[in-house]
Each structure stands twice: as structure tokens, then as C-alpha cells.
């Protein structure tokens, strides 16, 4: 069987150091690797022409957020396969030929790598699998068992350039967050099946560009989600209850932990801008035996 063509697509924004150590762990897997910065202000691009002059740099001029420039990466070449590969991950040697060799089969949209956690080896993700409310979670995490496979998280994995441009790649409406959740199921709802390739690795060196529980990430995370809600229909599902008691229980933990309406007022912007005319969430896309109890637990364990 062929080996398919790839491209790595690698967005950045104000993460010199870091991008510095993944595109040298990238320099030797067979693909064309392409850099979109995101306007960062730290000599990003000067680096990347200077040490790295087999790098394709797209520069755009603005921060545009994660799945826009992953377009504009994807705009820029011509391989079978998209990889996507976060700023802040050290892909281990033969990531690209095993993340892209399960697109062999014509029926396989998307395949899921793996990240490990630094120094333990422990897994950080394996793909992403969801409840019944469509709330996404690291498959495998924490030392979880794996459960179902929804799709990739779009910090390791690889895309069918055919089907990825065939559904319309990421919803520019999503800046961050939920952005590779919202492609899978309209991957998924166009007939493609996700993979995953155990031996396609890499080490998240974690560099939260948003900030972990910071303002902007809760911000940029219940838009996310208001917009998941409306679009997939959630709310018109049985498990619309669920969810919104899951939602009550964060905007309220918003409330009174961080004294702040972001996670709600987000949410609302989120839903505006999903529109009207909901999608019907694919057959097999989650995950029945994530129980309720199981979601708070690893929503409060995040």
C-alpha cells in the first residue's frame, strides 16, 4: 500500500521556545511541515526562517485562534494528509508515517495520535470521547481506560485533506476550544470513520497558550460550548436535562469561585453564533457509559 503525502500543520502564537523544540523533533518524519503564526510578537517567524529554512511560514496578521490558521495551513499545501501537531508537542521518531498510515483504508477520515504526559509516559490524550451532553473529554487520561473513540483531539492528528476541505475544515467561529469536536461529528456525519494509531506519539509539554483556568480560556471555552450545544441540538436530545444541569452546576461554580458571568454570558454569545437549523448528532459518536456521576468526576478533576 502507497504511503499518502502529508502535510504537518503546526499554528503558534507567541510560542518561540516551544515551537523551537517540536519542529526539531519534526525535522526528520517524511512530510512538508507548515508554521502559521498567529501576529506573535516574540521573533516566532525570525526563528522559523532562520533555523528552520525547510519550514513553509504562513504568516497571517492578525490572531485569529486555532482553527482559522489551521486552515490557512491546510490552504498552503497539497499533501493527502493534514497532520495536525500543537506547538507545545514532541512527536517521537515515525509519528507522521503512523498517525497517517490508518488513512490507508478509503474509509477512514481522521485518525487520533496519542500525547503523553512529560516524564511518566503516562497518557495526556488518545483522542477524544463524549457524553451524552457532547462535553468532550481526553480519551484515556488520568489512566482512565480508553473508552469509545469520537474523533481526534486536534493537538495529534491527521485529517483526509479530501474529506477535511469536503466538510469545510474548522468553523471559523470557534476561536479555541471545541473546534476538532465540531469537525469530527461533521466528519462523522458525512460517513467518514475516525482511527487511532497507538504508535503515533508525542510528549505534551503542556504551554496552555490561553492559560489554564485563566479568564480568557473560560471564556473562550463557553462560547465554545454554547455553540456546540445549539449546533448539535443538545438541548432537543434526552440527554438535554443532563446537560443542563452540568452547565448550571460550571456557570455556577463561575459565580461564586472566580465572583464572574463569563462562562454564562459566553455560553449565550456561543449560541448566537451557531445559528439556526440544528444537526443531528452521528449514530456511534458518543459515549453511552459515561454516566453522569463519571461527568461531574472528571469535570471537577480537569
Do not use: K
Amino acid at each position: 500500500m502507497a504511503r499518502v503525502t502529508a502535510d504537518v500543520v503546526v499554528p503558534t502564537w507567541n510560542g518561540r521556545e516551544m515551537l523551537a523544540e517540536c519542529l526539531g523533533a519534526l525535522a526528520a518524519e517524511p512530510a512538508t511541515v507548515i508554521v502559521v503564526d498567529n501576529a506573535s510578537t516574540d521573533g516566532t517567524a525570525d526563528l522559523v526562517r532562520r533555523e528552520f529554512p525547510a519550514v513553509v511560514l504562513v504568516e497571517l496578521g492578525e490572531n485569529v485562534g486555532f482553527g482559522r490558521a489551521v486552515n490557512a495551513g491546510v490552504a498552503a499545501g497539497a499533501g493527502e494528509a493534514v497532520v495536525l501537531v500543537n506547538n507545545d508537542v514532541l512527536v517521537e521518531p515515525g509519528f507522521v508515517t503512523a498517525i497517517t498510515a490508518p488513512l490507508g483504508d478509503p474509509a477512514v477520515g481522521m485518525v487520533a495520535g496519542v500525547t503523553t504526559v512529560p516524564g511518566s509516559g503516562e497518557i495526556d490524550g488518545f483522542g477524544i470521547e463524549l457524553d451524552r451532553g457532547v462535553a468532550a473529554y481526553n480519551r484515556g487520561r488520568h489512566g482512565l481506560p480508553p473508552g469509545r473513540l469520537a474523533m481526534p483531539s486536534g493537538g495529534a492528528a491527521a485529517y483526509r485533506r479530501s474529506a477535511f476541505t469536503a466538510v469545510g475544515g474548522f468553523d471559523p467561529n470557534l476561536f479555541a476550544y471545541g473546534e476538532d469536536v465540531d469537525l469530527g461529528l461533521r466528519l462523522r456525519a458525512a460517513g467518514w470513520q475516525v482511527a487511532a494509531a497507538p504508535d503515533a506519539r508525542g510528549v505534551h509539554l503542556g504551554g496552555a497558550t490561553a492559560g489554564v483556568d485563566s479568564p480568557w480560556q473560560r471564556e473562550l471555552a463557553g462560547f465554545a460550548r454554547g455553540f456546540l450545544l445549539r449546533r448539535w441540538g443538545v438541548l432537543a436530545t434526552r440527554a438535554a436535562a443532563r446537560a443542563l444541569l452540568v452547565e448550571l452546576l460550571v456557570v455556577g461554580w463561575g459565580l461564586v469561585r472566580h465572583r464572574t458571568s463569563a462562562p454564562l454570558t459566553a455560553r449565550v454569545r456561543g449560541w448566537r453564533a451557531a445559528g439556526p437549523g440544528r444537526r443531528r448528532i452521528p449514530a456511534g459518536a458518543v459515549d453511552p457509559a459515561i454516566s453522569l456521576r463519571e461527568a461531574l468526576r472528571r469535570l471537577a478533576g480537569r
